[in-house]
């Protein structure tokens, strides 16, 4: 009797741990799809990325990190990959968990072909706080900074402590960024939160001709 029960029971326990294996197999087949959907995304695998989408993954998924598969394939300049979620329905203006949005990222990264397309599918070309204009000119991607002002970026936006694409271009040594900015009308006489200018920085930098340039325009010591 004793050698039944206990069969009994092993088998109870065996049969209890198999409706728990059914029962979170989905969930960890549905974890698996996810993980490989943002391998996918990182290495440009734009059909791959499509083929999981059409299986039911949410474009609007966030990593570990909290960026999104638009964030991340802007961010390493994954045209076919960005079109895809695009197309998909991804939203174009979420930020990550930093704030910063697909536009944003595309732009320090100076991939100008997925700045257009985000800004062709509604991407803001300003916002509050840091914007796509500040990111390319710390960069210092001109062309990316010329089309974003094409696009009606503001020249003078300033970050939450008070920087300017002008003053980021000064304090990473862009000069042809500056001159650039200078030529379209930046102010150069603003200060920021802790009461530096766009020359304080400039005078920091291994290229003297910033500061040069900027005195020219109209910058004061």
Do not use: C
């Amino acid at each position: 009797m004793r050698t039944d029960r206990h069969s009994s029971l092993s088998l109870a326990r065996a049969a209890l741990v198999a409706i728990l294996l059914s029962a979170l197999a989905p969930a960890a087949r549905g974890q698996q799809l996810l993980e490989d959907f943002f391998i996918a995304v990182v290495n440009d695998r734009s059909g791959e990325v499509k083929s999981l989408l059409a299986r039911g993954i949410d474009p609007g998924s966030v990593d570990r990190n909290g960026d999104s598969p638009l964030v991340i394939a802007a961010r390493a300049g994954n045209t076919a990959t960005v079109e895809v979620l695009l197309a998909a329905g991804a939203a174009v203006n979420a930020p990550n968990a930093f704030g910063d949005t697909a536009m944003m990222l595309a732009a320090l990264g100076g991939h100008i072909d997925v700045v257009r397309k985000l800004r062709a599918r509604g991407a803001d070309v300003d916002r509050r706080g840091w914007t796509a204009l500040i990111y390319a000119a710390t960069g210092g991607h001109d062309e990316i900074v010329r089309y974003l002002l094409s696009e009606g970026a503001d020249i003078d936006a300033v970050s939450p402590n008070g920087t300017t694409a002008l003053m980021m271009a000064a304090r990473e040594g862009r000069l042809s960024t500056l001159d650039l900015l200078i030529e379209r009308g930046a102010g150069v006489s603003h200060r920021n939160d802790a009461g530096a200018s766009a020359l304080d920085w400039a005078k920091r930098s291994k290229e003297t001709r910033l500061a040069e340039h900027l005195r020219r325009a109209g910058a004061r010591d």
